[in-house]
C-alpha cells in the first residue's frame, strides 16, 4: 500500500503490509514503520531498483507469512480504535 493513512486501517486490522512512497508527506510513516520492524518499505517508484524491491517484498511475504504476520501484530499494538473519540471531543470542546 502507499503509506499514507491506509496504513493506519491496516494495522488497526492487523493487516500485513509494506509501503511504498507515492507522495513526499508519506515518507515519514514509511520510515517510522520501517524502523519499528511494522512494514517493509519498497521506496518510491523513482528509486533505483524500486521494481527489485517490490518483488523480493512480494517473494518475502508469500515464503515467510510468518514474519510478516508478527510485524502486523506488533503494529497492532500502535492503534487502539479511539482515534475518531480524541478528534470528536476536541471538535465539540
Known sequence: TSAGST??????LGVPFATMILADNQRANAE???????????GAPENAGFLGQCGRLLRDAFCEPGAA???AARGQGLIDGNGVFRVLKKMVA
Open 7 to 12: 496504513v493506519w486501517e491496516c494495522l488497526a
Open 69 to 71: 504476520f508478527q510485524n
Open 32 to 42: 517510522f514503520l520501517f524502523g519499528e520492524g511494522i512494514a517493509e518499505t519498497a
